[in-house]
């Protein structure tokens, strides 16, 4: 069974910066889509970056331009680094990835907080 592990959450400041990581325990074959996501209390799920196995990656205008994604093969690892984070950004953080066959993995997630 793979799994994905988050890591990289903490308390930041407004303006600041953090980097999360999420690390496959094995190879997943046929991996479609890699993405982040997060949820607020009180709020559903959110995309908050994706990329294609093409390299198209896709955020939405909340975060464009603040956030990016990228992924290390080699290390089976992909990365969301977030600069000029606001309070709304907080929320615990999940990633993802989509593999062909509708096959589906999850992580525990990371809580991120922006405060002061």
């Known amino acids: 069974q793979v799994q994905l592990v988050e890591s990289g959450g903490g308390l930041v400041q407004p303006g600041g910066s953090l980097s999360l990581s999420c690390v496959a325990s094995?190879?997943?074959?046929?991996?479609?889509?890699m993405g982040w996501y997060r949820q607020a209390p009180g709020k559903q799920r959110e995309l908050v970056a994706s990329?294609?196995?093409?390299?198209?990656?896709n955020y939405p205008d909340s975060v464009k331009g603040r956030f990016t994604i990228s992924t290390d093969n080699a290390k089976n690892t992909v990365y969301l680094q977030m600069n000029n984070l606001k309070p709304e950004d907080t929320a615990v953080y999940y990633c993802?990835?989509?593999?062909?066959?509708?096959?589906?993995?999850w992580g525990q997630g990371t809580q991120v907080t922006v405060s002061s």
């Open positions: 993802r990835r989509t593999a062909i066959g509708g096959r589906d993995y």
């Open positions: 094995g190879s997943i074959f046929g991996i479609r889509i």
């Open positions: 990329i294609h196995i093409d390299g198209t990656t």
